[in-house]
Antibody, heavy 122, light 113 residues
């Protein structure tokens, strides 16, 4: 059973960089696409971007100038950096795997982390 | 971006009755070369991540009860719960993965009448 676990600071100051890591266990990170998705309290879901294990990335244009997603296959994990944060970036951040049955690209999100709340405040 | 619009925003259904949630995309998510609709449905309970229920618009994820079914094609889709159970009362989202940026509907809150 694949498990994903987000980790990182729960409090980030405005204008600083949010950094999160998603550790993948119970399976290899290789040969899959992985994503970050966020959800402000009481609101809907916003896709941030995806990475393949080769390092190839696609970002949401709405965040593209501030987002970097990277992968470390040796540690079976991938990471998110979001720069110049404001209060509007306060949300629960989820990592997720893209796969739909045996079709893993393009695909829906079959495994999700539990999510981590990041609050942007001074 | 493809805009996903769900209706209604909230829905009250009696236990044991049928619940129907609609999702409309601003452009078709049907890929003609393989005749697949790149549309998924998720269930999200409070404090939990979304759970994948249906992908390819109508394929139920492993372990999902068969009272959940997805239908539709092109731009119009439906999630049906054939006989509402108490544990089904929560929020549901549709999502397109036809093209990036992947986008979600605003969510439909399902309640007990």
């Amino acid at each position: 059973q694949v498990q994903l676990q987000e980790s990182g600071p729960g409090l980030v100051k405005p204008s600083e960089t949010l950094s999160l890591t998603c550790a993948v266990s119970g399976g290899s990170i290789s040969s899959y696409y992985w994503s970050w998705i966020r959800q402000p309290a009481g609101k809907g879901l916003e896709w941030i971007g995806r990475i393949y294990t080769s390092g190839s990335t696609v970002y949401n244009p709405s965040l593209k100038s501030r987002v970097t997603i990277s992968v470390d296959t040796s540690k079976n994990q991938f990471s998110l950096k979001l720069s110049s944060v404001t209060a509007a970036d306060t949300a629960v951040y989820y990592c997720a795997r893209l796969c739909s049955g045996g079709d893993c690209y393009p695909a829906s999100f079959d495994y999700w982390g539990q999510g981590t709340l990041v609050t942007v405040s001074s | 971006d493809i805009v996903m619009t769900q209706s209604p925003d909230s829905l009250a259904v009696s236990l044991g009755e049928r619940a129907t949630i609609n999702c409309k995309s601003s452009q078709s998510v049907l890929y003609s070369s393989n005749n697949k609709n790149y549309l998924a449905w998720y269930q999200q309970k409070p404090g939990q991540p979304p759970k994948l229920l249906v992908y390819w618009a109508s394929t139920r994820e492993s372990g999902v009860p068969d009272r959940f079914s997805g239908s539709g094609s092109g731009t119009d889709f439906t999630l049906t719960i054939s006989s509402l159970q108490a544990e089904d009362v929560t929020v549901y989202y549709c999502q397109q993965y036809y093209t990036t940026p992947y986008t979600f509907g605003q969510g439909t809150k399902l309640e007990i009448k």
